[in-house]
């Protein structure tokens, strides 16, 4: 499995992103596919999900409103668009994902997912 991300850089607190994730290597419907986070000095924190085959999502509470993930199943690819961001949503992003026949996205739980991308870099100056 092979997880490439791409579209972050530097931005002011209140502007926009639109990061990407492109699949391969697996089933893109029968997967999980989750965004996570992390800032320097801090832990990895997830930031949302989606259920590929039925696009249910979820979200942490610090990005509810702010930020969506819309995908491309013909593309194999996973977007995190970020609105309105802050900086405190500094940090790289990651992108990760895993074969489910869960119900539900999972989007806190590191140890749920196998594969993972290189990251890329989210700068929000204020």
């Known amino acids: 499995v092979q997880l490439v991300e791409s579209g972050g850089g530097l931005v002011q607190a209140g502007g926009s992103l639109r990061l990407s994730c492109a699949a391969s290597?697996?089933?893109?419907?029968?997967?999980?596919i989750g965004w996570f986070r992390q800032a320097p000095g801090k832990e990895r924190e997830g930031v949302s999900c989606?259920?590929?085959?039925?696009?249910?999502?979820d979200y942490a509470d610090s990005v509810k409103g702010r930020f969506t993930i819309p995908s491309d199943n013909a593309k194999n690819t996973v977007y995190l668009q970020m609105d309105n961001l802050k900086p405190e949503d500094t940090a790289v992003y990651y992108c990760t994902a895993e074969p489910t026949v869960l119900d539900k996205c999972i989007y806190d739980s590191e140890s749920y997912y196998w594969s993972w991308g290189q990251g890329t870099q989210v700068t929000v100056s204020s």
């Open positions: 989606i259920l590929m085959r039925d696009g249910r999502t």
């Open positions: 290597g697996l089933t893109v419907d029968d997967a999980a």
